[in-house]
């Protein structure tokens, strides 16, 4: 009885479940009812048997307890899965979308709405947005030509220089060719520089018995050319100037060194004043001979000071013969038989150790010391402090220069035939102004080109 009621009343309910549904629900169940039944799905094609390996002893004659029956392949069908339907999201996609009707009814009604009013311009906003109105309204002015100001003559010379270095290097060497005809000036002769002189003219004259009235011999003079290539520019003329005064006394020079390039510099010393000092017949062994380089300077001139000359300086320079060979050699084989000591030192402590070692031995025997100038402040003091001094000082080019021209007034010896010493000043002067006049000329151009720049930016402007 009771299942009974239970049936009874569910239709019932079923139909009160029915009533109550919303309005859209029922609307989407009559329009399912309403669509055709999908048709049948095909079933899918069966597959293939998988084809079964082959056994491992197959066409093998096994015995019968070793075969094994092979078990039969087990196909498995494929499981299939149910497709979900999706139509309810193809409907709700469709029912989402505006039509395009509506979209531009939307966007008139946007187009149409009020704008909000401007926010009010500051006052020079105003007045800025007036002065480009009227800008804009007023007519563009006549474009008027520009009056360019003919250069005068001053400028079109420098503006030429500027153009052709090829005139400027022509005014140069005419310059320096002029330079040449320059007069020999006399110099004036400092007393110290004179005595020097002087002093050389005695020791080889006392040396030759000249003062005693009967010359017997030649004076021997041993020359030391210690100085280095970088001191070439104030050495090379005073070395210059002192060999050819000993050249035209007849003097017999004995030339050694205590630094490594002190062989080669005085032997193209000794060849140059050979050549240019008008005497023929000078004999290389008898007239000079260059002993070469001894090095160590404290030790060297130790040895010089108490050993013979052979013996310090076995070989000569140019032919490398023994020093023994040499008849000049053999006339006074130690300083003892030199009339007159000549160093020329291109630094201070070879010309400081020249003084202590051979000097202090010999004091004497008449000395002369020749240094480049800028040693002048370093050897002062100690020259004075000190009672070893020589007898005379050269200093630098001024010294070689009041040599040459006493030489030449007073021997009648032109050390320089084509360029002498003060002609080749003269030169180096004329080409340090024409440099610098060089210099200011572009300079003075460059600077009218700035002003003509900066003239072209003020008028435009």
């Known amino acids: 009885a009771w299942l009974a009621e239970e049936e ?79 139509d309810w999201l193809d409907r709700f996609i469709e029912e989402e979308q505006v039509p395009e009707v509506e979209q531009q009814i939307s966007l008139t009604a946007l187009e149409r709405m009020p704008r909000p009013p401007l926010a009010p311009l500051s006052p020079a906003r105003q007045e800025a947005a007036d002065l480009f109105s009227a800008l804009v309204a007023a007519p563009e002015p006549p474009a008027q030509p520009k009056v360019i100001k003919a250069p005068s003559l001053v400028e079109r010379g420098l503006h030429w220089l500027s153009q052709k270095w090829p005139p400027a290097l022509l005014l140069l060497v005419l310059l320096v060719s002029w330079g040449q005809s320059f007069p020999r000036l006399q110099l004036p002769l400092h007393s110290e520089n004179l005595q020097a002189f002087q002093e050389i003219d005695r020791a080889i004259m006392e040396g030759a018995g000249e003062l005693a009235g009967a010359p017997s011999e030649q004076a021997v003079v041993l020359v030391a050319y210690d100085w280095e290539i970088q001191r070439v520019a104030e050495m090379q003329p005073l070395a210059l100037a002192l060999t050819r005064h000993l050249f035209k006394r007849r003097a017999r020079i004995i030339a050694v060194s205590t630094t490594f390039q002190g062989g080669q510099l005085a032997q193209e010393v000794l060849d140059i004043s050979q050549q240019e000092s008008g005497y023929e017949g000078l004999s290389y062994g008898w007239d000079f001979v260059n002993l070469g380089i001894r090095p160590g300077v404290a030790s060297a001139l130790h040895l010089l000071s108490t050993d013979s000359l052979d013996q310090v300086f076995p070989r000569d320079f140019p032919f490398g013969q023994p020093s023994a060979d040499y008849s000049l050699v053999q006339q006074a084989p130690t300083l003892a038989e030199v ?38 402040p370093l050897m002062q003091p100690y020259l004075q402090a000190r009672g070893i001094a020589p ?23 032109e050390l320089d035939r084509e360029l002498p010493l003060q002609q080749r000043l003269n030169l180096l002067a004329v080409a340090e102004l024409t440099l610098v006049g060089l210099i200011l000329i572009g300079n003075v151009v460059q600077l009218g080109q700035w002003l003509k720049g900066l003239g072209k930016k003020s008028s435009q402007r």
């Open 8 to 86: 009874e009343a569910a239709p019932a309910a079923v139909s009160a479940e029915e009533e109550e549904l919303p309005a859209w629900l029922a609307e989407e169940k009559e329009a399912a009812e309403a669509a055709p039944a999908s048709p049948p799905e095909e079933a899918p094609p069966e597959k293939a048997p998988a084809p079964t390996p082959a056994p491992l002893f197959e066409g093998i004659d096994l015995p019968d307890w070793l075969r094994v029956e092979e078990a039969a392949a087990i196909e498995q069908e494929p499981v299939e899965t149910p497709s979900e339907s999706l």
């Open 391 to 413: 007898d005379a000082i050269l200093w630098g080019t001024a010294a070689a220069l009041e040599y040459e021209g006493w030489l030449m007034r007073n021997e009648g010896i």
């Open 339 to 376: 009339d007159l000591l000549v160093i020329m030192a291109g630094e201070e402590n070879i010309a400081i150790s020249w003084l202590e070692q051979v000097r202090s031995y010999y004091p004497e025997k008449p000395c002369v010391v020749i240094v480049p100038s800028d040693l002048a």
